[in-house]
């Protein structure tokens, strides 16, 4: 077996171990929203924290990384949101999901552990810069477009509480305050005290396996109920349209070999919880969210170890 696939299998792995504890009752499913909440809130805040306080990014190429990898977010997002509005038939709101679910990677909880597995401390500081400007452009274009689809329903919201809300979640998420913190702390070139040094190390080195862990738990919460035929065309649309579109990118633009097959993995990665927190919020599309990040979690499996296979045949 190739170190690529057995690391492919090992993630995914620690996710499947996470939903079979889940499925056999040996841990509550409500474990996993415990969990999830300390990954999100304190281990990978952590980990981001101590990346970007150590990271070198000179020659990452940021502005073609970002390039590629959201052009590729630009079109899986409007074919996902083509795909539930013009064949499935569904309103504007519920497109938005679909686009959201097609579009937003699981960089955080899977992404993460995945890129220091396959790709190590440098693969992982390339997805940091790609974490850094994704979470603030994903949802201001989720709030905006759910407002313009939603003004025939409601009339939207106001501009001003628009941009409130925007700054309200990203002024409070503790992976935005974890990145701009490390990045704060490395312009000052003191380096971390021992103490501190210490316990961001103990918890920053669970949060790989933690949040995969977790990830699978949660998996088992969601679940598949209805609306498996449009889940499965936005999984196909996830897993396959998005990486091959920032494969071309990253040829095209010349991306050095280590950011583009980071790039590409990025785009390969199966959904997060994200939609559905999306779909939850805005009051449509759950079950579609839910149903597509299960089944593009389980397809991943195969399907990004198809991607990293095409990447370093064309990158090296």
Request: charged share 10%; with cysteine; hydrophobic share 60%.
């Amino acid at each position: 077996m190739s170190p690529l696939f057995e690391t492919v299998l090992f993630v995914f792995g620690l996710v499947a171990l996470g939903y079979l504890a889940g499925l056999t009752g040996y841990l509550r499913t409500e474990t996993g929203d415990a969990l999830s909440a300390f990954a999100v809130g304190v281990a990978l805040p952590l980990l981001l924290f101590r990346t970007m306080v150590s990271a070198d990014f000179h020659g990452a190429a940021p502005w073609a990384l970002w390039t590629t990898y959201f052009t590729a977010v630009i079109v899986a997002w409007t074919a996902g949101h083509l795909a539930i509005t013009r064949i499935f038939g569904r309103d504007g709101q519920a497109g938005v999901v679909g686009g959201v679910a097609t579009a937003f990677s699981n960089l955080v909880l899977l992404g993460t552990p995945f890129m220091l597995g396959v790709f190590g401390q440098q693969g992982f500081e390339i997805l940091s810069l790609i974490i850094a400007v994704h979470l603030p452009t994903m949802m201001m274009a989720s709030i905006i477009l759910f407002e313009i689809f939603g003004r025939e329903k409601n009339g939207g919201l106001h501009p001003a509480a628009m941009i409130r809300d925007f700054l309200r979640k990203i002024g409070t998420n503790p992976l935005i305050l974890g990145i701009v913190a490390g990045l704060l702390w490395s312009m000052t070139g003191i380096p971390l005290p021992v103490l501190a040094a210490r316990f961001v190390d103990a918890l920053a080195d669970i949060a790989a396996p933690l949040a995969l862990f977790a990830m699978g738990l949660g998996l088992r919460k969601f679940g598949i109920s209805g609306n498996v035929r449009p889940a499965v065309v936005l999984s196909f649309l996830k897993l396959f349209l998005m990486p091959a579109v920032a494969l071309g990118m990253a040829w095209l633009l010349g991306l050095p070999p280590l950011p583009a097959k980071v790039a590409v993995a990025a785009a390969a990665l199966p959904s997060g919880v994200n939609s559905y927190l999306i779909a939850m919020q805005f009051g449509t599309g759950q079950a579609l969210a839910s149903n597509q990040m299960t089944i593009a979690t389980a397809c991943a499996v195969v399907s990004t170890a198809f991607w990293l296979a095409v990447a370093q045949a064309v990158f090296g």
